[in-house]
């Protein structure tokens, strides 16, 4: 019959891949419906409030990504659904709160949350300040799951660290904390989720490694290099990021692992990081490997004051990333790699050297332009922060040992004029001061995360460091090393 009718045999094969792949459709549209999250609370103080849901897009660049927003109506509901393929970790703002609620799939957290508190003046101001996290209540599971699980066993766990830290770093008795190990493996028997006892565990080795096994290397061979690589459990990525923290600085020094800057100075290769690393004999899996060149490749990018960090070209660092985002493992390890680069390209700060929006106490447009020809210290500082008054001082006292080449401006936000300028005249703070009618658009331009912010420039009017010291004892010995290296 195929012979009679040579057309027949390929159209019926077309019309079956065709079913295939609607078929395939249709099942992959099923799968993502029946792994949907419902998550809602009850609180008439959010009223009228649009509320987000986030997560991180990695734990190691912690860049944030918006899964979903829904807005409270009248009566205080909020409910929110959204997919989760695996069990994670999410956030929902609440202004002075944060709550972190662990989710799995094809599950529905009815939640309670505080009434809606405002950050003060003072919080807002200080640059340390962060919302403060609460875990909250789910009403409709019992302790079993995984977030109430968390929740109760983070708490267990810091208040035996700070009851026992004497005998974890001073008094170590290993008896003592298998035992205390094996309290808690009993203790949360009951919980059935895997990412919980994933969690704990890697929680469990990090007090073997604040106490009785201090070996980098033991702990990479037998609980990393062995194991699983588990990018969304927070346990393991905690313990990952502490043990791998710049980890190409540390390896650098050693014999092994010098040739790691010229891997990335020269190659820009990531086979020959590869092939490095396999000089760690504990290093052997190929997807650990990679994950700990993205974390080595993430931190030299970061812009430090340390001295005992090495300095790898950012240039070269980023055409490693360009070509890790093509050869990691997984297309998991190559979605970090393109983060990470996300993260330095924007925070590469990129505006006109003119395009800041400043003026002078008088209400004259200054340009930086006119600064140029010396370095030049910019501290952008809020004048209502309490700090305002001492930081200057410490500016002045700084200016006198080292004004032959240096010139410093103060960019002040949300100042009271006449107050200013009286400050200015009483304390003979002899700098310029200028103002900001645009505050949030300089924020954004310079990226000020937080006051005070300390920026250095070249006298071309390069930016160098976009976290300069701050006006104390540590700024003087920097400058003075910085501006020796650079005549």
């Known amino acids: 019959m195929v012979a009679m009718y040579p057309n027949l045999f390929p159209m019926a094969l077309t019309c079956m891949n065709k079913f295939l792949l609607l078929l395939c459709l249709i099942l992959n549209a099923l799968m993502a419906f029946n792994q949907q999250v419902h998550v809602s609370f009850t609180n008439k103080s959010y009223a009228g409030d649009t509320l987000y849901v986030t997560k991180e897009k990695d734990f190691i660049t912690n860049l944030m990504d918006t899964l979903t927003s829904s807005t409270v109506n009248k009566e205080g509901q909020w409910k929110v659904d959204f997919t989760c393929k695996e069990p994670m970790l999410i ?31 003072v919080d807002s101001l200080n640059a340390y300040f962060s919302p403060i996290i609460i875990y909250p209540l789910v009403l409709n599971h019992d302790s079993s799951n995984a977030h109430t699980a968390i929740g109760d066993f983070d708490n267990r766990y810091d208040a035996f660290i700070e009851k026992n830290i004497k005998q974890l770093h001073y008094k170590i008795r290993k008896s003592f904390i298998d035992s205390s190990i094996s309290q808690f493996n009993t203790y949360y028997s009951y919980v059935k989720s895997t990412y919980f006892h994933n969690y704990m565990f890697y929680k469990m080795i990090m007090i073997k490694y604040l106490s009785y096994e201090r070996d980098q290397n033991f702990i990479i061979k037998y609980y990393f290099n062995a194991q699983p690589v588990l990018l969304t459990n927070t346990g393991y990525m905690d313990m990952f990021n502490q043990l791998f923290a710049d980890y190409f600085s540390y390896i650098c020094q050693t014999s092994w692992g010098a040739p790691v800057f010229d891997n990335i100075a020269k190659a820009k290769s990531p086979y020959e990081l590869r092939h490095t690393l396999k000089h760690n004999p504990a290093l052997t899996n190929d997807t650990l490997i990679d994950l700990v060149i993205l974390k080595g490749l993430h931190d030299a990018c970061m812009e430090t004051n340390d001295a005992q960090k090495v300095s790898f070209p950012k240039k070269q660092l980023l055409m490693t990333l360009d070509s890790m985002g093509i050869v990691a493992k997984t297309p998991e390890l190559r979605a970090i790699a393109q983060h990470i680069k996300t993260k330095f390209s924007t925070e590469n700060m990129q505006y006109c050297y ?61 100042p009271n004029l006449s107050s200013l300028k009286e400050m200015l005249k009483k304390e003979n703070f002899d700098w310029f001061f200028v103002t900001c009618t645009q505050p949030d658009l300089l924020k954004k331009m310079l990226q000020v995360k937080a006051t005070p912010s300390y920026y250095l420039f070249n006298p071309n009017g390069e930016l160098i460091n976009k976290n300069a010291p701050p006006p104390n004892a540590e700024f003087v010995p920097y400058f003075k090393q910085f501006n020796h290296e650079n005549r």
């Open 354 to 414: 003119d395009e800041i929006p400043l003026k002078s106490l008088d209400g004259e447009n200054i340009l930086l332009r006119n600064f140029r020809g010396k370095y030049l210290y910019v501290c952008v500082h809020d004048f209502r922060s309490y700090d305002f008054y001492t930081d200057q001082r410490l500016m002045k006292a700084n200016i006198k040992s080292i004004n032959s080449n240096l010139q410093m401006i103060t960019v002040v936000l949300y």
């Open 91 to 121: 956030h929902i703002p609440l202004y002075f709160f944060e709550a972190w609620l662990y989710v799995e799939p094809n599950t529905s957290y009815q939640i309670k949350i505080p009434r809606k508190q405002y950050m003060s003046v």
